[in-house]
């Protein structure tokens, strides 16, 4: 299995960017799939998730509105597209997996109760910088 990021980079407050991860190893169909975010001193949170099927998908309340998750099973490859960007979103960003088919994947990735469970796979991280 693998992910590989890409997008990351310096941007200023308001802009954009996309973050790409290709993956390879596993079927978006029976896998949940998601984002987590790591600042300087502080503790990695999860920032958005989609079940297999893209069934349930769910943001961090701090990005609701702002970034928008998707995924192209066709090319096995996931998207954070990220809009009105603040400093405080200036962290590393991975790009995560775990295996969750039907219902089993909402206790990776549920409405109610976020981005709990051990995502299984990971990439290597990608930087995103917004300076103020």
């Known amino acids: 299995v693998q992910l590989v990021e890409s997008g990351g980079g310096l941007v200023q407050a308001g802009g954009s960017l996309r973050l790409s991860c290709v993956t390879s190893?596993?079927?978006?169909?029976?896998?949940?799939i998601g984002w987590f975010r790591q600042a300087p001193g502080k503790e990695r949170e999860g920032v958005s998730c989609?079940?297999?099927?893209?069934?349930?998908?769910y943001y961090t309340d701090s990005v609701k509105g702002r970034f928008t998750i998707s995924s192209d099973n066709a090319k096995n490859t996931m998207y954070l597209q990220m809009n009105s960007l603040k400093a405080e979103d200036t962290a590393v960003y991975y790009c995560a997996a775990v295996r969750g088919p039907g219902f089993l994947g909402v206790w990776y990735c549920g409405s109610q109760n976020g981005m709990t469970g051990e995502y299984k796979y990971w990439g290597q991280g990608a930087q995103v910088i917004v300076s103020s």
């Open positions: 190893g596993f079927s978006f169909d029976d896998h949940v």
């Open positions: 989609i079940t297999s099927r893209s069934t349930t998908t």
